[in-house]
């Protein structure tokens, strides 16, 4: 089953006034949460491989509270492209230094639906700063969602000398 994964595209909303783009790579270069309940909201590249249908979905961050302190919580929030939330999840982070947090692996977009490729095309990831034990501030340096997905199926052409074939749905392709 290939996998793509989905980073930082563009930015849809920024309450932190930090820049988004910051979200782009896992390089140290964070963004700053300062506030409680300060936000922002970010599209991901499109899917660009040979999609047939897709297993799952995951997000994945990287980020921290400021040492000295006791926790900070990041909300992940999954959005559409109107900005409805399909899923929400919060990670506590113990700092100090850098934590990896991954999602819950998600294989439908709303409890019964399988994902489409043009749902993962027009996902955005919704960031808030969920609570903190004291005077905090919280740290991203990196957002990302992981696609597992198979490919088409196709199979070999027909060749008919004679004959008939009965299609009662699919696609058809004459060559």
């Not at 909303?13 to 949460?33: E, K, M, P, S």
């Not at 909201?41 to 899917?47: D, K, R």
């Not at 109107?82 to 819950?104: A, D, F, R």
């Amino acid at each position: 089953m290939p996998q793509e994964t989905l980073i930082w595209a563009s930015e849809v909303i920024d309450d932190t006034g930090n820049g988004t783009i910051r979200l782009r790579a896992q390089d140290a270069n964070v963004l700053l949460f300062q506030t409680i309940g300060h936000d922002c909201i970010i599209e991901l590249t499109n899917l660009t491989g040979d999609i047939g249908t897709i297993n799952y979905i995951q997000h994945t961050a990287v980020a921290s509270g400021i040492a000295g302190k006791t926790f900070a919580d990041l909300k992940v929030n999954l959005l559409d492209g109107s900005n409805s939330q399909y899923y929400t999840e919060t990670h506590t982070l113990n700092p100090p230094g850098l934590q990896t947090v991954t999602g819950t692996q998600r294989t439908t977009s709303n409890g019964s639906d399988a994902w489409t490729e043009s749902d993962i095309n027009a996902l955005r990831l919704q960031l808030v700063f969920a609570a903190e034990s004291g005077p905090n501030d919280l740290q991203v340096d990196f957002v990302s969602v992981l696609v597992d997905y198979n490919t088409p199926v196709t199979g070999a052409p027909i060749k008919l000398d004679s004959g008939l074939v009965k299609l009662t749905n699919g696609l058809i392709r004459i060559s």
